[in-house]
């Protein structure tokens, strides 16, 4: 008799521990590059630290807290790009995150640009690669290939093959949620 009160107490335990858990489910979006990685972080007296990452996107990401968490996402073939920004979720919530209405895509032709070892996004405002301060959005190896940005106004540089001088091909590229902004082509 006193075991099956345990099993009970254990039993209604556990339940009542899955009813609290937050989770994060990421989904991705047709027109965007494959996710790589989702990688949660909280600031806690001003340290940042990673609270979840998942290579797979089907999977739930446990939350230990409510938060509030920042929400990185790394796209194939690019860099990561921070997708949401003070994100609560309470306790026995899922919140559901959509790529595409986080995330536009910016592809570059090369049809009038050289050959390029690298393509790179950067802030308008931005030196460039190579110089003091710069800051690279997103990066491409290769010309016609899909790089997610949050929304926003971006410009766009071609590091050449040879070892040239990066060149600013574009100054003001607007990128908008689900949508698709194309350079050159």
Do not use: C
Not at 33 to 58: H, I, M, N
Not at 130 to 146: I, L, P, S
Request: zero cysteines; charged letters at 25%; proline letters at 6%.
């Amino acid at each position: 008799m006193r075991g099956a009160f345990v099993l009970a107490v254990l039993i209604s335990g556990s339940a009542a521990a899955a009813d609290e858990t937050r989770q994060l489910k990421v989904h991705a979006q047709r027109g965007l590059p494959p996710a790589e990685t989702v990688t949660v972080y909280r600031t806690k007296d001003g340290k940042r630290e990673s609270v979840a990452e998942s290579a797979k996107l089907d999977a739930a990401l446990i939350l230990p807290v409510d938060g509030p968490f920042e929400v990185w996402v790394k796209l194939k073939g690019g860099i990561a790009v921070k997708v949401l920004d003070k994100l609560t979720v309470k306790a026995g919530q899922t919140h559901d995150l959509k790529l595409g209405d986080v995330l536009g895509t910016v592809e570059v032709f090369g049809d009038n640009f050289p050959r390029a070892d690298k393509i790179v996004l950067t802030d308008p405002r931005d030196p460039g690669p190579g110089e003091t301060g710069h800051v690279a959005v997103q990066v491409a190896t290769d010309y016609r290939v899909d790089m997610g940005v949050p929304p926003g106004t971006y410009a766009v540089w071609v590091v050449p093959a040879n070892g040239a001088k990066p060149q600013r091909v574009e100054d003001s590229v607007r990128v908008q949620a689900g949508r698709s902004a194309r350079v050159g082509g």
